[in-house]
């Protein structure tokens, strides 16, 4: 019989106050008897639309009966058939706009907590079993991914169950991608990721750190010199944008990528690790996605008695999760909307010594649809800050189009790519930010799970 509870199993939590001081994940997890509470809340729908939802298409009403009947490695074999990362979409992935916007319960009350039972999922499985995945047998055939994010892992892991010899290459010492450097500890555990990339190596697929594409080895090169046979790109949008105001280049100033690669993959949070890193006594972030609210919360957790969010347009607008958002404001973070900087302010010493700002109102929507910002006349103010942290999305590295001879980009930097995920460069595929500039995880994996049958049938074909 199903629950008919209206509100999601609550999601235990550290208390704000004493997790805004360390990088231990926030959300605790679901207990068994929890997690069995909230997958009884689904109704089973015959036509269930969260599967429609989801970019990778999860067998969502399967995978939670078994759930609800304690089936838990059932469950975690339902779930993997078609995603090769639950514990990191579990984690990141943004439901509520996705699977968990097309639940039935949410007609009236709250959508069953579809992410946190994949969290649960694939925590129980790492747990309690951990089985790595068995090598399939070799087809001969040889297959180039250029990215260990999220589309990358994805694509080799799909590839190698296939049998195809993978060869994963990341431009940094870690594999992992944004995985490891973009999103913080307290969000995603990097030991999580690492579990990822050890079942990838169980798996046949070799890792190979350090190896920057379009500079250590060119795309012609993976073809010509090393016989793949196929490409896929999944190399990210790691270029930061700014936003070309007097002042951007004064010391205390620096992109959210740069700031969140020191503190994630350079551990410059941890005592031990001599990595240079802003220590700020107030920190304004000038944007309002996921990646802002994860420098804000990670200014704090670094020592920053003020942290500021500083965003354009009003919080309605803001496009960071929900979640995340309220995370931040529970943490001490405080939201300056409808506010948008004009000058970065410096002292002799060449620091940063205040952010020169303008209030905002809405106007009429632009080509996104979401209203235009318009300053208001005479409403400049200082804000007293002495770092300044840029979080205004990034764009694909050109390095890879730039060294490679028939590759079409768009005027975004974005790889062009056919309903296949192939390129304009015959057997070069692409995926997740690399096409598409920033978005999500699971739109990524998304993609990584569509190239990868694309190679297998182009290859196969022949």
Not at 120 to 137: C, G, H, Q, T
Request: charged share 25%; hydrophobic share 40%; aromatic share 6%.
């Amino acid at each position: 019989m199903a629950n008919m509870q209206a509100t999601k199993t609550p999601m235990p939590e550290q208390d704000p106050n004493v997790r805004n001081k360390n990088f231990k994940e926030v959300t605790l997890g679901y207990t068994a008897e929890m997690a069995i509470n909230e997958a009884k809340r689904c109704l089973q729908c015959k036509k269930p639309h969260c599967v429609e939802g989801c970019p990778v298409n999860i067998h969502i009403p399967e995978f939670i009966h078994e759930v609800a009947e304690g089936n838990f490695e059932k469950a975690y074999e339902i779930i993997t058939d078609t995603n090769s990362l639950p514990a990191l979409s579990g984690r990141v992935c943004p439901q509520e706009t996705q699977c968990e916007s097309k639940c039935v319960r949410g007609n009236k009350g709250e959508p069953v907590a579809i992410g946190r039972l994949e969290r649960f999922v694939a925590d129980w499985y790492r747990e309690n079993v951990n089985a790595m995945p068995k090598k399939a047998e070799s087809n001969g055939l040889k297959v180039a991914v250029v990215g260990s994010g999220p589309s990358g892992l994805t694509c080799a892991s799909l590839l190698a169950k296939k049998g195809y010899q993978v060869s994963l290459f990341e431009a940094l010492h870690t594999a992992g991608g944004v995985l490891v450097y973009g999103i913080p500890e307290f969000r995603l555990p990097k030991a999580i990721v690492a579990n990822e990339v050890e079942k990838l190596k169980a798996q046949g697929v070799t890792v190979m750190t350090d190896m920057v594409i379009g500079k250590v080895l060119s795309i012609d090169e993976l073809f010509d010199e090393l016989g793949f046979k196929a490409v896929f790109v999944g190399s990210g949008a790691g270029l930061p944008m700014f936003m070309h105001i007097p002042g951007e280049a004064l010391k205390g100033v620096c992109s959210a990528n740069e700031y969140l690669t020191r503190i994630n993959l350079m551990k410059a949070y941890k005592e031990e690790y001599d990595t240079p890193i802003l220590h700020s006594k107030a920190a304004a972030i000038v944007g309002g996605g996921n990646v802002a609210m994860d420098a804000a919360r990670c200014a704090k957790r670094m020592g920053a008695e003020k942290v500021y969010i500083v965003y354009r347009r009003g919080e309605a607008e803001m496009p960071a999760r929900l979640e995340e958002q309220h995370h931040a404001k529970e943490e001490g973070i405080e939201f300056m909307t409808l506010t948008n900087p004009v000058e970065i302010l410096g002292g002799e010493d060449g620091r940063v010594n205040g952010m020169k700002c303008i209030r905002m109102e809405l106007g009429e929507p632009d080509a996104s649809g979401r209203r235009r910002p318009i300053p208001v006349e005479g409403s400049e103010f200082v804000l007293d800050v002495d770092t300044v942290i840029m979080a205004l999305g990034t764009s694909p590295n050109p390095l890879i189009r730039s060294t490679t001879p028939g590759l079409e980009t768009n005027k975004k930097g974005g790889i062009i790519v056919d309903e296949n995920e192939m390129s304009t460069r015959e057997n070069v595929f692409a995926g997740g930010d690399a096409v598409t500039g920033a978005a999500t995880v699971i739109l990524a994996m998304g993609a990584g799970k569509k190239a990868a049958e694309a190679i297998d049938r182009k290859l196969q074909a022949k």
